[in-house]
C-alpha cells in the first residue's frame, strides 16, 4: 500500500475487555513500531521489530500489553484487560531498514482506543 | 525522565510572521534530530531533519537550528502561513539506536 495503515480508526471498549490494534506497514519497509498519544502527551514508545530480530520491547508499560509481527509484515498490538488509563492513540510507524539521514520513519493515522 | 522536552504546550503567531518552536535535549549522544507535524485525526508527518553534524538545515519556509553546546533545538517557519496550525512534536535518535525519542509537542495557531 501507499502509506501505513492503521485498524480500527476507533475502537470503544469496556474496562477489563482485550482489544487488538492491526498495523500494516509499507512495503518493504522492514522496521515497525508502536507509539502512544495519551491526552495532552507526547509520543511513548512502545515497540520496535526490525527483520528478524528480537523486537525491543523497553517501553511496554506492563505485561498487559504485547505485540507481535507475523511474516515480517503485518503486525497487531493486544491489550489484555484495558484499564481507563490505556485508552490513547496508538499509532504505528515503519521505516527503512538503515535510518540514515533523510530516512524517517512514516506514521499511520492511528487507532482511537476509549476504555469506558 | 524527560529525555526531549518541549516547554511550550501552545504558539499563537500572526499570519506572515516568523514561528520559532524550541525544544531541548539532556543526551549528547543524540546524533539526529527531526521535527514531525501533526494534524488532528492525523498520524504524525515528517517536516524536516538535521544531523549532528550540521547546526542548520533549511527547506522552503523551514529551517531547523541545532546548538549542540546548549542541547537546543529550534524549528522556524517564516512566513507563517494558516496551513501552519497544528501539533509539531520534536523527535531525537541516539547514535546506533533506532527508535525515535519525541517530546510532548507545541501546538502552533497561525491567526489571520
Known amino acids: 500500500g501507499a502509506g501505513v495503515s492503521q485498524s480500527p480508526s476507533n475502537k470503544v471498549t469496556e474496562k477489563g475487555k482485550d482489544v487488538e490494534l492491526r498495523c500494516d506497514p509499507i512495503?518493504?519497509?522492514?522496521?515497525l513500531y508502536w507509539y502512544r498519544q495519551s491526552l495532552g502527551q507526547g509520543l511513548e514508545f512502545l515497540i520496535y521489530?526490525?527483520?528478524?530480530?528480537?523486537?525491543?520491547k523497553s517501553g511496554l508499560p506492563s505485561d498487559r500489553f504485547s505485540a507481535e509481527r507475523t511474516g515480517g509484515s503485518v503486525s497487531t498490538l493486544t491489550i489484555q484487560r484495558t484499564q481507563q488509563e490505556d485508552s490513547a492513540v496508538y499509532l504505528c510507524a515503519s521505516s527503512l531498514e538503515q535510518m540514515i539521514s533523510g530516512n524517517t520513519i512514516y506514521f499511520g493515522e492511528g487507532s482511537w482506543l476509549t476504555v469506558v | 525522565d524527560q529525555q526531549v522536552k518541549q516547554n511550550s504546550p501552545s504558539l499563537s503567531v500572526q499570519e506572515g510572521r516568523i514561528s520559532i518552536l524550541n525544544c531541548d535535549y539532556t543526551?549528547?549522544?543524540?546524533?539526529?534530530f527531526l521535527w514531525y507535524k501533526k494534524y488532528p485525526a492525523e498520524g504524525p508527518t515528517f517536516l524536516i531533519s538535521i544531523s549532528s553534524i550540521k547546526d542548520k538545515n533549511e527547506d522552503g519556509r523551514f529551517t531547523v537550528f541545532l546548538n549542540k553546546s546548549a542541547k537546543h533545538l529550534s524549528l522556524h517557519i517564516v512566513p507563517s502561513q494558516p496551513g501552519d496550525s497544528a501539533v509539531y512534536f520534536c523527535?531525537?535518535?541516539?547514535?546506533?539506536?533506532?527508535?525515535?525519542?519525541f517530546g510532548q509537542g507545541t501546538r502552533l495557531t497561525i491567526n489571520p
Open positions: 512495503s518493504g519497509h522492514t522496521a
Open positions: 543526551n549528547s549522544m543524540f546524533d539526529y
Open positions: 521489530f526490525q527483520g528478524n530480530s528480537a523486537p525491543d
Open positions: 523527535a531525537v535518535r541516539k547514535q546506533g539506536a533506532q527508535k525515535l525519542v
